[in-house]
């Protein structure tokens, strides 16, 4: 079990939200995943509530890692990747996960805020938000939570985003910790969770600090 604790700097939380484009990103992120990762992750991805998904068995056919949907009240656990199932937010909460089925945000549920946020609260500088395309600006006020609880934020380059609004919002609103590419992603996060230093990450897996320019737009 993940502890929830707000002083240890090791970051071994990933929560990582997305929209349209988000599944093909996910399923690279994954592949380049350890199996041996000590992290927990959790993924809320904007879903029908009454689509029928087998999201987790394909996640999982391209993750080392084990993926399953989430379960109320079920441990959050390191090593593993959880889904936000459909038609409920992923909460955390003390080493655990809940299933909320409380009103929508920014239209959909499960959404992206209340992962990061409630992740924020409980796991404190253990946590990297990780944000990727989508529309719209879910994730944006979670990743600021993120931020304000001592852990990273970090964004997909909105231009090889097939929806760019959510990491660009992210970026102008929030002013990330790091933008990457997808194809950097796992190494990037591999090297966060190891102990590497964000500056050391960002110089040696391709990722760079956002622009003045990208912090000064304002999508809507």
């Not at 992120?29 to 991805?45: E, K, M, N, S, W």
């Not at 231009?159 to 102008?172: D, K, V």
């Given at each position: 079990m993940i502890e929830a604790s707000a002083s240890t700097p090791r970051r071994n939380v990933i929560l990582i939200g997305g929209s349209q484009g988000a599944i093909p990103a996910i399923k690279t992120?994954?592949?380049?995943?350890?199996?041996?990762?000590?992290?927990?992750?959790?993924?809320?991805?904007h879903r029908s509530a009454t689509f029928k998904s087998e999201l987790g068995d394909l996640f999982g056919k391209h993750s080392a890692l084990p993926v399953s949907e989430a379960a109320h009240g079920a441990l959050f656990e390191a090593g593993r990747v959880y889904l936000a199932p459909p038609d409920h937010h992923l909460m955390l909460r003390s080493g655990a996960m809940w299933l909320d089925h409380g009103p929508k945000q920014h239209h959909v549920r499960p959404a992206v805020d209340p992962m990061f946020v409630s992740g924020a609260k409980a796991y404190g500088g253990r946590v990297v938000g990780v944000l990727l395309t989508g529309n719209l600006s879910d994730g944006v006020a979670g990743l600021l939570s993120i931020k304000k609880h001592g852990g990273l934020s970090l964004a997909q380059d909105p231009?090889?985003?097939?929806?760019?609004?959510?990491?660009?919002?992210?970026?102008?609103f929030d002013d990330v910790d790091a933008i990457f590419s997808i194809a950097a992603a796992s190494r990037l996060l591999g090297d966060l969770v190891s102990g590497v230093k964000l500056g050391d990450a960002i110089e040696s897996d391709g990722a760079r600090r956002p622009s003045s320019l990208e912090r000064a737009a304002r999508p809507s």
């Open positions: 992120l994954l592949r380049g995943l350890p199996a041996g990762l000590h992290a927990a992750i959790g993924i809320t991805i231009h090889e985003a097939e929806a760019p609004s959510m990491p660009s919002n992210a970026i102008a």
